[in-house]
């Protein structure tokens, strides 16, 4: 069943069409990269797609509805998880209250999930009363992801996660995603880490300047020799 | 024993201060605009205390204790209401905007209370009378340590909702990247307005408190307002410890100055303090709060 | 963030002389014939709160600066000439010079240390100011006659002959009102309107432009000194009394509503404002004694409707005057033209050396250096995150350096302001081109220079602007970009604005300049033209450092490619090196690809 239906989107930023014509979908439990160089418009798709920039056209359907003109936070409501670029996590508290506020559930459920996330991502764990700006690149991310996790989303949208992670720590986090997918959480994940991106997903769109250039399989595209061109140009 | 003597008086000034800053730098932090009026709030509580006692039977003989409920929840009324009028509309503009509008709501409840309740002095009962009690050979007013005690459980209070209930949590977050609490769900203009409501009850509360040790009358609440700006500015920008702390510096020069010189030059002095604060670390004791996200 | 309610720059003069005139013979005649001594008393008055609020627009209106001593500039003036009238006996004039000189020369004691901060602390400085001066009044007795102060302030006395009380004294203060006007007009019009334009609207791209933002604060502060003193001169001889009211609050409450309520742009707006609600007590008299109520109400209701005032309602209102041509540009670019030889270069190269830069816990760049030859096009990449925006910002001094050097030739740059360093040759343009919306792409380019021209060229602000305009005309052409006309910049499509932001770091006569994703959402022939202009100027001696990731536009461009990945150069050489290196590669791509490097003609086998 289609979750996410994106048709002909258009987002602009200010004078600049940052994303044209972009339509794909996303279905349950699968797991799609949009892939391409900055300023492709990965970036600006995945917020628009939760509502914190406006479309200027297309439609974007949420298992099965509208939710084009939704607020953002009725979004969340309804099962889109976030964790955006640069992680923002809340600075200025701790890890545990980090994802308890993002847990819209009443204490036993949310100690439950609480340790759930605990499970998943030990090292948050242990610094589960350190203030989140005291965290560590790889840490907030961490946490940036379980905090997406708590109101246990249909789908989640995934901003280059890898970025500023040193090697060993994306191989930890590919292996944490492949758990939460493999939960049945959708996964729509936009990187510039071509290696991270083509390891998870099933499907992949990549972009270029605001438009989708290429799309396909995962196994297919990792043998396509366009690739580098459909990636940086000539 | 003079020392010690002002230095408890300096307490419970200071305690007093805490509480307007701390309602001042909740909504500084909420919405990153300096509410203008914050100190006419002040003054609005310690005026709704006197006028309740005049109203309500047998209020002149209740201790002020029991007004405090009614006058917090009055107060976080049109703390609702300031916030509908005076931020909300304009949220997108420029932040000038909104300074205009809160000293517009400012001159608006100065004077409206001055018609309506007279420009005359007020008090409000005591929350504890009786002869001053001996504390370690220290003369310490009831009234004072009374003051001293509402405002420590009243901050308290708001610490712990902040740090231990849900609702706190969501206010924080809210004020520290609103668009990422709206991506997990949270209705950050609830929590907005809510930062009005509270941070205008303390500010009523704290408006008892004054009207119950000195007095009150329609033309306080300028000095009270620009107090809770420079302890803001001296704690640091945004941060809540500073706010208490810039609060208590700032009562201790009062008390301290006043008792060494004289109060005209206490006065002048924190503005001086103030300037060169501003000069020489303008972000503060605490430095500026960890950053907002527009 | 740009203030949208103030867009427009429009003449200050908008509503025509005619207007002016028969709004003057309608106020005389009111004040004439139906105005008794009291009527006549409050229009008096009200004048003098008119030349309070024309004084709060150079810094409040302009500079979107919120001041809050212009009340104390009222009392000092006024202070002023009482005690000396009352004490020195000295002659009104001389009297009114000493208030002016006086008032002056504390906006100056107050601007030097609040000179470079930022919005909020400089409100609240200026409050600090007013209440200190407040303070003073109330309790330095012996000077001031404390809370109760002093009654029987001698009138106004013009080169010894007594000004007659009532119509002598209006007299007086509407036409000293009418020439201040006058002169706030000619201050303001041309060059200074357009330069506070531009320091409002973006302060950060006027700084990056080479415009020393804090130094108009700094100016429009002292001439708000100069006629809130003239203000306060006026008013208290023709109130007779002398009192700490003077520099209370209430003045400044009321000049903040006569300026916002009135309009805080125009010069009508400070009249406007001043009639209206100078006598609003008066009309409010059946409130009795709370009339002030009705300031906060209008004061707020003005902020919410009307953010423009009353002024720029009527302004919006009137028939715009015809703008002219539309922008002879449907897109189409215009060759360069040949680019005269620039600043005798000495062969200076800008060089970064050793630059590390943290914010709190993130290592934004480690030991970074980097050097930039003139005529050369260096091109920075790297994955997001890199530090390549830092770099740039500490290249042209938006971001100062925890570690490291930067230079260009003998001068060390690596203290420098923003603006110091555009204007002694580092430009740059940002990743969204900023500029004034309101003003046409000419002056865009001219303002920034008229500014920098300031001071080796003669003459007044007139003919500075003249000659900006010539050299913006001949930088636009530099920059590819065919006569724009008078349209306001905010209606040019984005990729002429692009080129309209590079003939603004052109105009700055520049060494080098450092372009942040110029290529941003332009398509594939209009940034191929681009990198033509960029060539172009590239061969006339001007050092480019070029942000970008769209690799189809870089690397037949730069001469040298250096990429950053995690704060760290990690490869720095000639284009196609580079691209294929395979440490660049790999920040790119990681391992993903069963093959490295596609074999192209630039990477050879």
Known sequence: MTLLAITDLE???????????????????????????????????????????????????????????????????????????????????????????????????????????????????????????????????????????????????????????????????????????????????????????????????????????????????????????????? | MEIAQLALNALVLGASYALVALGFVLVLNATAAVNFAHGDLVMAGGMLAAALAAVLPLGESLPGLFLLPMVMLGMAALGLLVSLLAYFPLRRGPPVSVFISTIAVAIILQHGIKAAMGPAERVAPPILSGE??????????????????????????????????????????????????RAIGVRVGVMIASSFALGTALAGAAGLLFANSYFVSPGSGGNLMIKAYIAVTIGGWGSVPGALAGALIIAAFEVGVAAWISSPVAEGALYVALLLTLVMRPQGLFGEATGRRA | MADRTSLRVTDAWSLGPAVWLVAALALTFYAMVYADAYAMRVLTLAGAYAILALGYQFVFGHLGALSLAQGTFFGVGAYTVALLGLHAGTDYLFNVAAAVAIAVALAALIAVPVRRLKSHYFALATLGIAEVVLIGARDWEAL?????????????????????????????????????????????RGLPERLAAIAREDPIAAQAAGVDTDRLRFVALLLSAGYGAVAGALAVPVVRVI?????????????????????????????????????????????????????????????????????????????????????????????????????????ATLEADGIS??????????????????????????????????????????????????????????????????????????????????????????????????????????????????????????????????????????????????????????????????????????????????????????????????MGFLLPLADRLACLYEGRLIAAGPAAQVRADPRVIEAYFGNALPYRTKPTPETGP
């Open chain 3, 144 to 188: 001031t006659g404390g809370a109760n102060g002093f009654s029987g302030v001698p009138g106004m006395s013009l080169f010894g002959l007594v000004v007659p009380r009532g119509w002598g004294e209006f007299a007086v203060v509407w036409v000293v009102a009418a020439l201040l006007a006058l002169l706030a007009w000619q201050l303001r």
């Open chain 3, 357 to 550: 830069k943290r914010f709190g816990g993130l290592v934004a760049l480690d030991s970074v250096s980097l050097r930039i030859h003139p005529g050369e096009i260096v091109g920075l990449i790297g994955p997001n995150g890199a530090g390549k925006t830092t770099l740039a910002n500490i290249f042209t001094g938006q971001y100062r350096a925890d570690v490291g050097t930067v230079r260009m030739g003998q001068h060390e740059l690596s203290r420098w302001p923003a603006f110091r360093i555009a204007r002694n040759g580092v430009a740059r343009t940002f990743q969204t081109p900023a500029m004034a919306g309101a003003l046409s792409a000419l002056d865009n380019v001219a303002i920034p220079r008229a500014f920098m021209e300031h001071r080796f060229g003669r003459g007044g602000p007139e003919q500075r602007l003249v000659r900006a305009r010539k050299a913006a005309t001949a930088c636009l052409a530099q920059a590819g970009v065919a006569d724009l006309g008078p349209a306001p910049s905010a209606t040019l499509p984005h990729g002429l604005r692009r080129r309209v932001e590079l003939a603004r770091a052109l105009a700055l006569d520049p060494n080098f300049i450092v372009l942040d994703e110029p290529a941003a959402g332009l398509g594939e022939t209009e940034a191929a033209a681009l990198a033509e202009t960029l060539r172009a100027l590239a061969e006339s001696g001007i050092g480019f450092l070029v942000i970008d990731h769209d």
């Open chain 1, 11 to 234: 987002v602009r930023y200010g004078s600049i069409a940052a994303v044209r014509g972009v339509s794909l979908a996303v279905g349950e439990g699968e797991r799609v990269a949009l892939l391409g160089a900055n300023g492709a418009g990965k970036s600006t798709l995945l917020k628009a797609l939760m509502g914190l920039l406006p479309v200027a056209a297309g439609m974007v359907s949420f298992q099965g509805r509208s939710v084009s003109s939704l607020a953002v936070e009725r979004r969340a409501a309804l099962g889109l998880g976030y964790a955006p670029e640069g992680r923002r996590v809340f600075p200025g508290m701790s890890v545990l209250e980090n994802l308890e506020v993002a847990c819209p559930v009443g204490p036993s459920e949310r100690r439950r999930r609480i340790e759930e996330a605990f499970d998943l991502f030990p090292r948050l764990a242990e610094r589960a009363d350190a203030n989140a700006w005291r965290l560590s690149g790889g840490e907030q991310q961490m946490l940036a992801i379980a905090r997406a996790l708590m109101s246990k989303p249909a789908l989640l949208l995934l901003d280059e996660p890898t970025l500023g992670l040193a090697a060993g720590l994306r191989a930890e986090l590919g292996a944490k995603l492949e758990k939460i997918a493999a939960a049945g959480t959708a996964v729509l994940l936009a990187e510039q880490s071509v290696d991270f991106a083509l390891g998870f997903a099933q499907r992949a769109h990549i972009m270029r300047t605001g438009v989708i250039v290429k799309s396909g399989e995962t196994t297919a595209l990792r043998q396509d020799t366009s690739f580098t061109e459909a990636f940086l140009g000539r």
């Open chain 2, 132 to 181: 001053p009690v001996n504390l370690f050979g220290l003369s310490a007013g009831r009234q004072g340590l009374a003051t001293l005690g509402v405002a420590a459980l009243l901050i308290a209070g708001t610490a712990f909702l902040l740090r231990h209930t849900q609702f706190g949590k969501r206010l924080r977050a809210s004020a520290q990247d609103p668009d990422m609490a």
């Open chain 3, 243 to 347: 009192s700490p009211e003077v520099v209370d609050f209430r003045v400044m409450i009321a000049c903040l509503a006569i300026t916002v309520v009135g309009g805080r742009m125009r010069i009508a707006g400070a009249f406007i404002g001043a009639l209206l609600l100078y006598p609003l007590p008066e009309w409010f008299r059946f409130l009795e004694g709370h009339d002030l109520i009705a300031y906060g109400v209008v004061l707020l209701l003005a902020v919410l409707l009307a953010p423009d005032g009353i002024a720029g309602l009527i302004a919006s209102l009137m028939p715009k005057k015809s703008s002219g041509a539309a922008p002879t540009s449907t897109g189409e670019l215009v060759r360069p033209t040949a680019v005269p030889s620039r600043r005798s270069s000495d062969g």
